[in-house]
């Protein structure tokens, strides 16, 4: 797949999706779990395992984590450590995947992936596009479960 023709208006932050959406508290693909004063986290419902969650940066708009001052990365990379303990500690997967790309949408944001004995890729990385959406009852539980471990800091 090539790079979009607008990359570079992409990249420069022209009609990004994620900073056009705000801080919602549901999207058309996650509900929030945290939010905190530099970035806001939804757990997937479209994916192939439980524990799927999305960390995406919230300041201004910033594609690479380099791009963030010290103390922005600090806070940034709290935020992503403090949902992957909260992952491990709900769904107990074998191992976790942290994924910083923003090859499709050129925003800072950082995938962490629960990962299982039984998934559909044991020790590869799970494939893009393969996705299912997950029964909306269990999702719900699990996010309420990833709340309170999270401090339940879904409101600013």
Not at 121 to 137: C, F, M, R
């Amino acid at each position: 797949m090539p790079w979009a023709s607008n990359w570079n208006e992409r990249v420069a932050g022209v009609a990004c999706e994620l900073c056009d959406e705000g801080r919602p508290v549901e999207t058309r693909s996650g509900t929030r779990v945290l939010a905190s004063a530099v970035a806001d986290t939804y757990l997937m419902r479209r994916a192939l395992v439980r524990g799927y969650a999305v960390v995406v940066w919230r300041g201004r708009h910033v594609v690479e984590p380099t791009e963030l001052s010290l103390d922005e990365a600090a806070q940034y990379g709290r935020d992503v450590l403090r949902v992957g303990s909260a992952i491990q500690r709900h769904f107990r997967p074998l191992k976790l995947n942290y994924l910083t790309m923003g090859n499709w949408t050129p925003h800072l944001h950082t995938h962490v992936t629960a990962r299982y004995v039984d998934d559909v890729a044991p020790g590869d990385p799970l494939p893009a596009g393969k996705s299912v959406l997950l029964a909306e009852d269990q999702w719900r539980e699990d996010a309420a479960a990833l709340r309170v471990l999270l401090g339940d800091s879904t409101d600013l």
